[in-house]
């Protein structure tokens, strides 16, 4: 299984709620991460997560809250977004941070509006 | 500094052409990485290939190949005889010991529009 799955796949929300975002992997990789994307842009590093601890923060606002509950699983939590936040959420997987010749496997990404 | 540029934003080719994709890569380190990867309309980063820089050889794959070139900091793409599903925005990327988080350094981006 190659394969980076996540959830929703679209996803609107107003600045008042609270939502999440969830990737799956099970390709054993130890090495999880989130990424931002506006439209026409490359994707810029949110977060990275090395064996199930936060080991990359690049400045991210606090009302988004990563998670990684298992080496599977990793959450993004939204919190009184606004809506420049609004873009495609990317989650990526590597077999480990510190290897960086690892290719990194993207899942197809959240795309999130913020009304 | 460490940067990608990909001076070519969109590039509109009619089916069966061949098309080349620039990439220019600027790094202080000499053990680096260098990766193209293709995002179709879908939105999912699909791994293409991973070169690293004491490997210059040309590497082809089906109707795919790259050049490698040190002395000029390029890493081309070319498609051969592209296909309407070729289609996408594609990505160089860099990494590098230099950047001890090990990033991928993402250049701008070309958007391929193959016409049938």
């Known amino acids: 299984d190659t394969e980076v799955t996540q959830t929703p796949k679209h996803l609107v929300m107003g600045m008042t709620n609270k939502k999440s975002l969830k990737c799956e992997q099970h390709?054993?990789?130890?090495?999880m991460y989130w990424y931002k994307q506006k439209a026409k842009k490359p994707p810029e590093l949110m977060f990275v997560y090395s064996y199930e601890k936060l080991s990359i923060n690049e400045s991210v606002p606090s009302r988004f809250s990563p998670e990684c509950p298992n080496s599977s699983l990793l959450n993004l939590h939204l919190h009184a977004l606004q809506p420049e936040d609004s873009a495609l959420y990317l989650c990526?997987?590597?077999?480990?941070?510190?290897?960086?010749?690892?290719?990194?496997?993207f899942g197809p990404g959240t795309r999130l509006t913020v009304l | 500094a460490q940067k990608v540029t990909q001076a070519q934003t969109e590039i509109s080719v009619v089916e069966k052409e061949d098309v080349t994709l620039d990439c220019v890569y600027e790094t202080r380190d000499t053990t680096y990485y260098l990766f193209w990867y293709k995002q179709p309309p879908s939105g999912e980063l699909v791994f293409l290939i991973r070169?690293?820089?004491?490997?210059?050889q040309n590497e082809i794959s089906g109707r795919y190949s790259w050049n490698f070139q040190k002395s000029t900091s390029s890493f081309n793409f070319t498609i051969t005889a592209s296909q309407v599903v070729d289609s996408a925005v594609y990505f160089c990327?860099?990494?590098?010991?230099?950047?001890?988080?090990?990033?991928?350094?993402f250049g701008s981006g070309t958007r391929l529009l193959v016409r049938p």
């Open positions: 390709m054993g990789h130890r090495a």
């Open positions: 990327a860099l990494s590098s010991l230099l950047d001890s988080s090990y990033k991928l350094i």
């Open positions: 990526a997987s590597s077999q480990d941070r510190t290897s960086y010749d690892n290719e990194q496997f």
């Open positions: 070169r690293n820089s004491f490997d210059e």
